[in-house]
């Protein structure tokens, strides 16, 4: 291979669309089955990462369908992360995603999803993910997202939704996951895309935040997630989505990222890593791809930072919201 | 997966791996189904219970079999339960997720079940008032019962859990929140002198530990509100902390982050000039510091924003405009940053 396109600085998107593919055949593996858990995720995660790729349809549109629908979760009204897993926020906005990408929300009882996503809200306004879960900002963001997917923001108590997002804004102006909570890079990412979609983006103290932001960049050009931690491919994204939304990718070197995020690639195998030389899979592969199309890598579609979604898909719906990543480059 | 190193195999060793895999994955998969059918058939007896707490071992983050767990705790165990029981119950639950907890320090749902287990333990019955006609003589009364006996004595053993986990990892977050869980929830509370005091512990064996500092700005801001600690005093010896923090590793940015906190957006005059003659003499004895070049632009805006027509003015913004020019070359990862700043600056006060 030639010197000047050596594969450590090209995204090998080859590779990544077999690794992608491959991931569904292999149920003949353990590593598979226990991450049962993440299943609906996982297929959203790769979907996304294919639409971007420019390779929507390496995986059967109908097979997704019917997988997606084979996780109704009859009882609670909402999809579980596999079939006769229990209905969960995380895995029910991951399934209205690939839904929305192939254009078949007629395929499900919209009614009852909205009625699940609902009744999961607090009197506080944030979100818990299934009957005996968790809260914290992250399903606050997976319900408002799924609820603005489905058409459905008008349904959610916005003041008092927004209002637990304020209280978890930190001095630093990043957020936390709950009240009182450590700014962190995911959940800043969760809460200005919250706020964005509920057009609430003025409660942002953006000039702490972008400054904040900015300095998740180490100087091997990775980003972390927080003051004085490791740098990690996922952050790519979390950290340039609300630089995004902030309109501010360019307050990192742009060029530094792009070289870091690639050299997590695995060349052979396809998918990336958290980091250089470590065991790839589908959710840094995703995130990795997510954040070279917000610094304008050449040949990838456009990713709204807000949906994770593609841009083009969002604006057809109707939902796009203001962010700016970087130009798109030419191939060189 | 996160730090697991990539290891490139031949197809025989792939292909052994898989043959030893083989038992592994069928055994697995048949307790899967065997409980996903009982969950579906609504059995609550012990033997479901007690295939969970396999699977579980197995694969702590399947969270449908912890919610089937709940429900069989709900529905079967503890209506047949007396309270007694129920507390030994949980008591056991608590027992299982620790050793879990140490091997996955940061699955969501082991600690999801944690705070059901804390949260669902009952009140010690009180004893029965003893009766005066059979007794034949004046009632005494029965010796008082804590009724939160139990849980006292459970959220108590929390923050000893929780310390381990932090000093396993201390920047745990989910350790941290569960900390300040524990902190607003348990039924003893624990003066937040006493978090301070573990904040500065944390600390002091790492300045670059965010997590505490962030902590110690929340317990802050509480004492201050319940005028448990003196606002102007407790800011003075915060100052003299980050000075010396400061001065020991002005790359650490956790330090200049917590600055920033105390500083606040509205500074009296004094103590900014104080603060940016602090920085600077520390910029003298460390010319290339980003951090120092950075915090004096950021405080130096503060005192044209908040004090301007006490400053000379000019001055002032010649002296950010170099700051700014400076960090471009410093700091070029974030060299754009520092034109927009220079730029708005120039605008907001030409």
């Known amino acids: 291979m030639a010197s000047a396109s050596s594969p450590q600085q090209t995204l090998l998107i080859p590779r990544h669309v077999q690794y992608i593919k491959d991931l569904g055949q292999s149920s003949n593996e353990l590593g598979y089955h226990l991450t049962s858990h993440l299943r609906m995720n996982a297929i959203y995660w790769g979907l996304t990462a294919l639409c971007m790729m420019g390779h929507k349809d390496a995986l059967d549109r109908e097979d997704l369908i019917s997988y997606v629908k084979s996780c109704w979760d009859e009882e609670a009204g909402g999809f579980g992360a596999h079939r006769d897993h229990d209905a969960h926020l995380l895995s029910t906005l991951s399934a209205v995603q690939i839904l929305v990408i192939l254009d078949a929300l007629d395929e499900i009882d919209v009614d009852r999803v909205v009625s699940f996503i609902l009744s999961l809200q607090h009197p506080s306004g944030v979100f818990a993910g299934d009957r005996y879960g968790e809260t914290d900002t992250r399903l606050l963001y997976t319900a408002v997202n799924a609820l603005s997917l489905l058409g459905r923001l008008s349904d959610l108590d916005i003041e008092k939704t927004a209002g637990y997002i304020v209280k978890c804004r930190n001095f630093d102006g990043g957020f936390g996951a709950v009240m009182g909570a450590e700014s962190h890079a995911g959940q800043v990412f969760v809460c200005c895309a919250a706020l964005a979609i509920m057009d609430k983006l003025d409660e942002v103290d953006e000039d702490s935040l972008a400054w904040w932001l900015a300095e998740r960049q180490l100087p091997n050009g990775g980003l972390n997630g927080r003051p004085e931690k490791l740098e990690d491919v996922c952050y790519s994204f979390w950290v340039l989505s609300a630089l995004a939304i902030l309109e501010k990718v360019d307050w990192i070197d742009a060029e530094k990222l792009t070289a870091f995020i690639l050299s997590a690639q695995d060349i052979e195998g396809g998918g990336i890593a958290d980091r250089p030389g470590d065991e790839v899979d589908v959710f840094h592969t995703i995130f990795g791809i997510a954040g070279l199309s917000i610094l304008g890598y050449p040949g990838l579609g456009d990713l709204d930072p807000v949906y994770c979604m593609p841009a083009e898909l969002i604006e057809s719906l109707g939902l796009r919201k203001r962010w700016r990543g970087l130009p798109r480059r030419a191939a060189p | ?350």
Not at chain 2, 64 to 75: A, E, F, G, K, P
Not at chain 2, 90 to 107: N, R
Not at chain 2, 138 to 150: F, I, Y
Not at chain 2, 184 to 193: D, F, G, K, Y
């Open chain 2, 1 to 350: 997966m996160h730090g697991v190193k990539r290891v490139r195999q031949s197809p025989e060793a792939l292909a052994a791996k898989k043959e030893k895999e083989q038992a592994k994955l069928n055994s697995y998969l048949e307790l899967t189904q065997t409980i996903l059918a009982k969950k579906k058939s609504k059995d609550w007896s012990g033997e479901a219970f007690d295939l969970t707490t396999k699977l579980l071992q197995v694969n702590p983050e399947f969270y449908t079999v912890w919610n089937y767990r709940r429900d069989i705790l709900l529905n079967g165990t503890f209506p047949r339960s007396s309270p007694q029981e129920i507390n030994d119950i949980l008591s056991s639950e608590l027992h299982i997720t620790t050793t879990a907890l140490k091997q996955h320090p940061k699955v969501y749902w082991i600690w999801n079940h944690r705070r059901w287990c804390l949260a669902s333990i009952p009140d010690v019955p009180q004893p029965a008032a003893v009766d005066e006609q059979e007794q034949g003589q004046a009632s005494t009364e029965p010796a008082e019962v804590d009724p939160r006996g139990w849980q006292k004595a459970a959220w108590d053993r929390e923050m000893y859990i929780v310390e381990k986990m932090l000093d396993a990892d201390p920047r745990n977050f989910h350790a941290w929140n569960y900390r300040r869980y524990i902190l607003s929830e348990s039924p003893t509370p624990r003066p937040l002198s006493a978090e301070l005091a573990y904040t500065t512990k944390k600390i002091e064996s790492n300045f670059s530990n965010f997590s505490a500092w962030h902590q110690r700005s929340k317990v802050y801001a509480q004492m201050w509100e319940s005028g448990e600690a003196d606002v102007e005093g407790s800011k003075e010896a915060e100052f003299d902390l980050v000075l010396n923090a400061m001065y020991t590793d002005p790359d650490d940015q956790s330090v200049w982050v917590y600055h920033r906190w105390l500083v606040g957006k509205t500074p009296s005059l004094a103590l900014l000039q104080r603060e940016i003659k602090a920085i600077q003499e520390l910029l003298d004895e460390q010319p290339d510091s980003k951090w120092c070049m950075e915090s004096l632009v950021h405080y130096k805006q503060l005192l044209l924003q908040r004090h301007r027509s006490e400053v000379n003015s000019k001055e002032v913004i010649g002296d950010c405009s170099r700051l700014l020019r400076e960090l471009r070359s410093v700091d070029p990862d974030r060299r754009a940053r520092y034109a927009e700043l220079e730029e708005k600056l120039l605008a907001a006060f030409a």
